[in-house]
């Protein structure tokens, strides 16, 4: 049972690096070999096991027995090294050690697509958790752009005010030149406020333009 346990607690194959979980990287000395024996060893399974899944790898095998049972059931008797009689007893020692290291090799292979199915899972979620809180991110934007977009005046609005305007301006010309009152002192004209003395000299010497500016 420790053997099993002890292989219970080895991380996974292809299992992601997560603090915590299942694929926490390993800290004592010697772990990071061990892990990636375990990756070449997972590799090569992988291999076989594909390799055992094609057409050829069929055919290869089919080839291979026709091929021991002619040799030994049409060859000369001292040539023959597997026995017709005893059902061909070498034949089926192969055949059996071959079907005895494939089956695990092949739940091997599955084991570590499952890891990668599961890797890949989690990679999908947070993919779409990124992609939703973005799309929500967008649609808020949206949202108050269009309500920016309603408080501002829309070109109706503006052609009303600068016909009102223009009616305005056409109904008073002298609106336009006229200054608006700022409710402030009136600031007199330099030459009106001029020195008494100056103005009663000029008026003395009979320039009455000038007396009056």
């Not at 034949?91 to 079907?99: D, F, G, H, M």
């Not at 092949?106 to 799309?135: C, F, G, K, P, S």
């Not at 001029?194 to 000299?201: E, H, I, K, S």
Request: proline content about 7%; charged content about 30%.
């Amino acid at each position: 049972m420790s053997l099993f346990k002890r292989f219970r607690r080895d991380p996974g194959l292809d299992a992601p690096l997560t603090a915590g979980g299942r694929g926490t990287r390993p800290s004592e000395p010697g772990a990071g070999r061990r892990v990636a024996g375990n990756e070449r060893f997972g590799r090569w399974s992988e291999g076989i096991a594909r390799g055992m899944g094609t057409p050829w790898f069929l055919l290869v095998l089919t080839a291979f027995c026709v091929v021991w049972l002619i040799w030994n059931t049409a060859s000369p008797e001292p040539w023959r090294f597997d026995s017709a009689a005893l059902g061909f007893t070498a034949l089926t020692l192969i055949l059996s050690l071959q079907a005895s290291y494939a089956a695990p090799l092949i739940l091997l292979a599955q084991n570590r697509q499952d890891d990668r199915d599961r890797v890949q899972i989690e990679q999908d979620r947070q993919r779409a958790e990124r992609n939703l809180a973005d799309t929500e991110f967008l649609a808020r934007e949206v949202v108050a752009l269009r309500l920016a977009l309603k408080d501002l005046p829309d070109r109706d609005f503006v052609r009303a005010e600068l016909r009102a305007l223009l009616a305005d301006l056409a109904e008073d010309p002298g609106a336009a030149h006229r200054q608006p009152d700022s409710g402030g002192p009136e600031i007199a004209d330099p030459g009106t406020n001029a020195d008494p003395a100056a103005r009663n000299a000029r008026r003395s010497s009979g320039d009455p333009d000038k007396a009056t500016e």
